[in-house]
């Protein structure tokens, strides 16, 4: 490597991008085209960096298999940046092994955070674990030491683990101000905002208050029965009975907790679990069918007790039922809660994540976008999906994932 190209790539490591540029503006070999490719992608010219990196790959070819690696890794990371969830995982896996087998391991660690990143974003905690537990973060330098700990920040946040969240994300602040660029710093601000913002509210005997992530996390351990509808879970301490595929019973337990210590009527539990204005006879006939299957889902934490008017919810050891609710509850919103954090979505990246079919997201974009709530640029496989303004709520609850204690 000639001292240009060192130079240009000390600059692009300080954060330096445009006098990294500057050395090698005018070159087209393949270790040039690399590093123009990666300064344009921290820029924010992503489609302009995607192309450069894909000729330096090529220009390097199979001679040179660790600067083509390099190359993938740095198409992976944009790939991720862009949401775009199609680029294949495996030719990053298949990137970091080349790496490691080259001891490379600087560049190896960047692409198992970013293979990292990637399953946390589309909740597979316990494989993004299992990635980060192969990496010793302290000899790594101040910037992959962030890295680091803003995933381990992130689990920990999806598993509503808040202390552990804050002291990770307290070890990225520092590793961040350590390797002086400022992208980075405002990188663990953001992500640091998540605690500082109303996550769930929390509805109980007529009250409704907004709560905080480390809330949250002491409504789920306090005791109470909690009715989750940000997971669609009935909760009472380890105890967790999971309703995620049967709506209706999901609806007559809310319905049932909104209403406790009181009963609620059978007209009203058909309103709320069916729809229906006026309840006949074929409704109250569904409704004593469906009780009876959330009687048999409930059996261990709870009981649904018949009255003179209705039913009743009867926790077995809890003193308190709470319902656990989005800041914000509407149609497709888990889809407004992925575009929350900023980024521009494709259509099929969040079919991915949120483990729907892409033509029913896009039905729901649609819908959404003529409401005005979400609005669209480019055409085509380049078109991408934003929210004219973030809502104020982080997607934690509302992305796909274990359950805290699992």
């Not at 040039?32 to 894909?54: S, Y």
């Not at 298999?65 to 199609?86: F, H, K, N, Q, Y």
């Not at 609710?325 to 979505?345: K, Y």
Request: net charge positive; with cysteine; charged share 25%.
């Amino acid at each position: 490597m000639d001292s240009m190209i060192t130079a240009a790539a000390r600059l692009l490591a300080t954060g330096d991008l445009l006098g990294a540029l500057k050395r090698v503006a005018l070159r087209s070999d393949a270790p040039a085209l690399a590093l123009r490719g990666i300064a344009m992608a921290q820029l924010g010219d992503l489609p302009r960096a995607k192309v450069l990196l894909k000729t330096a790959a090529r220009g390097f070819g199979a001679k040179e298999p660790v600067a083509r690696a390099r190359c993938l890794v740095a198409e992976a990371e944009i790939a991720l940046v862009s949401r775009d969830l199609t680029w294949p995982a495996k030719t990053l896996t298949s990137a970091r092994e080349v790496l490691e087998a080259h001891d490379d391991r600087l560049n190896a660690a960047h692409a198992r955070h970013l293979e990292a990143r990637r399953l946390l974003l589309i909740g597979h905690l316990d494989e993004a674990e299992g990635l980060l537990a192969q990496v010793d973060p302290a000899p790594l330098p101040p910037s992959l030491r962030t890295a680091h700990e803003l995933v381990v920040g992130g689990i920990a946040i999806r598993r509503l683990r808040t202390n552990a969240a804050r002291a990770a994300l307290r070890r990225a602040k520092n590793s961040a101000r350590e390797a002086g660029i400022p992208a980075l710093e405002a990188e663990v601000e953001a992500v640091s905002q998540v605690l500082k913002t109303p996550a769930a509210r929390l509805i109980g005997q007529g009250d409704e208050r907004f709560l905080l992530l480390e809330e949250v996390e002491a409504v789920l351990t306090s005791g109470a029965l909690v009715v989750d509808a940000c997971r669609y879970v009935v909760r009472n301490g380890d105890e967790l009975v999971s309703l995620s595929t049967r709506p209706v019973l999901f609806a007559l337990a809310r319905a049932l907790a909104q209403n406790w210590p009181g009963d609620m009527s059978r007209n009203a539990l058909v309103a709320r679990a069916f729809r229906a204005k006026e309840a006949d006879e074929s409704h109250r006939a569904r409704l004593r069918v469906e009780i009876g299957r959330l009687r048999g889902e409930l059996h261990r934490i709870a009981d649904v007790d018949a009255t003179k008017r209705g039913f009743v919810l009867a926790p077995r050891r809890a003193n308190e039922v709470v319902i656990l609710a989005p800041p914000v509850e509407e149609q497709n919103g888990e889809i407004l809660a992925f575009l929350a954090d900023g980024e521009a979505w494709s259509s099929s990246a969040l079919a991915i994540a949120i483990g729907a079919s892409p033509r029913t997201v896009q039905r729901a974009l649609d819908a959404l976008a003529e409401a005005g709530k979400v609005q669209s640029f480019g055409r085509g496989p380049a078109r991408r999906w934003t929210i004219p303004s973030l809502p104020g709520f982080p997607s934690t609850l509302l992305l796909p994932g274990p359950l805290p204690n699992e």
